[in-house]
């Protein structure tokens, strides 16, 4: 296990150039850059074969991987294709619970409370209202019961449920008009005054700087990725080209002829 069993006996390589290391040309991107789109949404999963086999055989999505998850003892990491730089990655581990707790771990539906953070529903993209009527007939020839579609306005969708208390949506729709679809009745409930939606709608720009920017200091105002502490503050204080270095694991588990 990268993160622990190797904790106190890591040896750091000699500083190397970071444009080499992380191939980097150097490039600076628009200003405007920011994510465009979900390459993959990893999902906790009790058994690898089913997940897989609902996802091939009743919404269509090729495996592309499986494979053990890197750094993860025993643990398998399982990929379906929904386009091809969009993924849905399962994890299967040991010591994954399995059973929902609804209202908890599971919304169980598009609507119903779930824990702050977790997933409440997963919608998948189709190109028109006609992908989204052949997948209704796809979905309810495997036997599986489907509500809808029906009309959001901005995205038309279509309801059912996937193994493990998955709650799925399959919908079409694009270029939502934040002037049409920003209730200001929700936008006073949620505390934000024009200005604060003037900077929502129009984020500020980031120009790339040309040097990196360091590691911020640990701060537990802040979101932090949740270890044990030694174990946070030993990869946090990592170089970036240390974990580049020691912790990638590029090398695929078929070589090719
Ligand atoms: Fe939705």
């Known amino acids: 296990m990268w993160w622990t069993g190797e904790m106190s006996v890591t040896e750091h390589p000699p500083a190397q150039p970071a444009l080499r290391l992380y191939r980097d040309t150097g490039a600076k991107p628009s200003m405007g850059l920011h994510p465009n789109g979900v390459n993959h949404l990893a999902l906790s999963t009790t058994d690898m074969k089913t997940q897989l086999t609902f996802f091939a055989e009743v919404l269509g999505?090729?495996?592309?991987?499986?494979?053990?998850?890197?750094?993860?003892?025993?643990?398998?990491?399982?990929?379906?294709?929904?386009?091809?730089?969009?993924?849905?990655?399962f994890v299967q581990a040991p010591g994954n619970p399995t059973e929902p707790i609804w209202g908890v771990t599971h919304s169980g539906n598009a609507g119903d409370p779930v824990t702050a953070g977790t997933m409440q529903h997963l919608a998948l993209n189709v190109d028109s209202i006609d992908d989204v009527l052949t997948m209704r007939d796809r979905i309810r020839s495997h036997g599986?019961?489907?509500?809808?579609?029906?009309?959001?306005?901005?995205?038309?969708?279509?309801?059912?449920?996937?193994?493990?208390?998955?709650?799925?949506?399959?919908?079409?729709?694009?270029?939502?008009?934040?002037?049409?679809?920003?209730?200001?009745?929700?936008?006073?409930?949620?505390?934000?005054?024009?200005?604060?939606?003037?900077?929502?709608?129009?984020?500020?720009?980031?120009?790339?700087?040309?040097?990196?920017?360091?590691?911020p200091a640990y701060d537990e105002s802040l979101p932090q990725m949740h270890y044990p502490a030694p174990v946070r503050t030993h990869l946090m204080g990592m170089p970036d080209a240390d974990v580049w270095k020691n912790l990638s694991e590029s090398t695929p588990p078929v070589a090719l002829d």
């Open 61 to 89: 999505c090729p495996t592309r991987a499986l494979y053990w998850m890197h750094g993860v003892p025993n643990t398998y990491h399982g990929f379906v294709e929904l386009a091809d730089d969009s993924y849905i990655a």
């Open 144 to 215: 599986i019961q489907v509500l809808g579609p029906l009309d959001h306005g901005m995205i038309q969708s279509i309801y059912f449920a996937g193994p493990e208390g998955l709650s799925l949506e399959v919908c079409t729709g694009r270029d939502i008009d934040e002037r049409q679809w920003i209730d200001p009745d929700v936008q006073r409930l949620c505390g934000i005054s024009t200005d604060e939606l003037q900077a929502l709608t129009t984020p500020a720009g980031f120009e790339r700087p040309d040097e990196p920017v360091a590691q």
